[in-house]
C-alpha cells in the first residue's frame, strides 16, 4: 500500500508487510500516545479490523491485535481506556469513505492465523532502561534485571524487613499490572519459585503500589510490556530468586540518614525486632 492516513492523535502509514504508526505528542495527545512516540504492526500481529461510528462527527479504524502478539497489550488485560488504546486511530467523519478503503485493505493482509493466539510477541516493546516512581518505592528495569527502592514514606514494614529487591529476568515468569486508574493499583512480578505470596501488594516485597500521581499509565503500563517482552523472550534457564540489596555506589548520607530514622520508629512501634532492626542498621550503614 505504502499510503498515509493522518487521524486525530495519530497518523497509519501503511506498508507491506505492517502499519506503521505514529503518535502526536501535542499537548492534548494522550500521554501513553507522547511516550509511545511509535509503533510497528506487524500484519500477522492483527487479529481483525473494523471501522465504526465515533463521538462528535468521527469515525474509528480500529486493528485489534491477536492475544500473545503484543507485550503492551498483553499486559494492559483489557484495562486501558478507549482514549488511550493505540490501535485506534479517530478519523473526522468526512474521511469516512478513505477510511474504509483502508479497512478493506487491512483486512485482505490479515494471516490465515488472525483468529489464533500467537505463539510469540510479534510487537516490539518498549525499550529498556525504564523506571517510574510509584506510591511506595522507584521501580527500575535495565533489560536484564528489575529494581525496587523502597522509598521510607511509603512502604510497608514488610518490605523495609526484606530491603530493597533486585529480580533477574530469568527468576520471573510474569507481571501483573493492574492500572492505577482503578482501586488497588500495582504492579506485581510473578516470580518462579513463588509459593502464593502475600495476598496484598503493599506488603509483597515483589510488588509495588500506585496512587493519585504514582505510577501512571503511561510510564507503568510500559514498564511492565518491557519485563514481559523480557521474561517471554528470554531463553536463560529459570534461577532461583534471592532479593538482595540494590547496590548502587555510595549513597546519599542524608537518605540513609532518613532510613535509619525510620527504621528505629518501626522498631520503637513493635512492627522490627531487636536483630532485625540491628542487621538492617548494619546493611544501611555499609552503602555509606
Known amino acids: 500500500m505504502g499510503d498515509v492516513l493522518a487521524g486525530i492523535h495519530a497518523t497509519w502509514e501503511f506498508e507491506s508487510d505492517s502499519v506503521l504508526i505514529r503518535f502526536e505528542r501535542g499537548i492534548r495527545a494522550p500521554k501513553l500516545y507522547q511516550a509511545l512516540r511509535e509503533r510497528r504492526i506487524p500484519h500477522e500481529a492483527l487479529e481483525s479490523v473494523s471501522l465504526s461510528q465515533g463521538k462528535r462527527g468521527t469515525v474509528v479504524l480500529h486493528a485489534v491485535p491477536r492475544p500473545g502478539a503484543d507485550p503492551l497489550m498483553d499486559a494492559a488485560a483489557g484495562q486501558l481506556k478507549e482514549s488511550c488504546d493505540p490501535y485506534r486511530l479517530v478519523l473526522p467523519a468526512e474521511r469516512e469513505t478513505l477510511a474504509e478503503y483502508y479497512a478493506d485493505e487491512l483486512r485482505t493482509c490479515l494471516t490465515p492465523y488472525a483468529s489464533k493466539p500467537a505463539d510469540r510477541h510479534l510487537v ?33 514494614s514488610e518490605k523495609w524487613k526484606a530491603g530493597d529487591q533486585t529480580f533477574p529476568v530469568a527468576a520471573l515468569s510474569g507481571v501483573d499490572w493492574r492500572s492505577p486508574e482503578v482501586f488497588d493499583g500495582h504492579l506485581r512480578l510473578l516470580r518462579r519459585d513463588a509459593d502464593g505470596g502475600p495476598a496484598q501488594a503493599d506488603r509483597d516485597p515483589a510488588a509495588v503500589i500506585f496512587g493519585l500521581g504514582y505510577g501512571p499509565v503511561h510510564e507503568s503500563l510500559p514498564f511492565a510490556a518491557a519485563v514481559l517482552a523480557a521474561v517471554r523472550g528470554g531463553a536463560s534457564p529459570a534461577i532461583p530468586h534471592q532479593p538482595v540489596p540494590v547496590a548502587a555506589g555510595r549513597r546519599d548520607p542524608a537518605d540513609i540518614a532518613e532510613r535509619i530514622r525510620h527504621l528505629g520508629d518501626l522498631h520503637q512501634a513493635g512492627l522490627v525486632t531487636d536483630d532485625e532492626f540491628s542487621a538492617k542498621k548494619a546493611e544501611l550503614l555499609a552503602e555509606l
Open 124 to 156: 516490539a516493546a518498549p525499550e529498556a532502561p525504564l523506571n517510574f516512581k510509584a506510591y511506595d518505592g522507584r521501580a527500575g528495569f535495565d533489560g536484564r534485571q528489575v529494581t525496587f527502592r523502597w522509598f521510607w514514606t511509603g512502604a510497608s
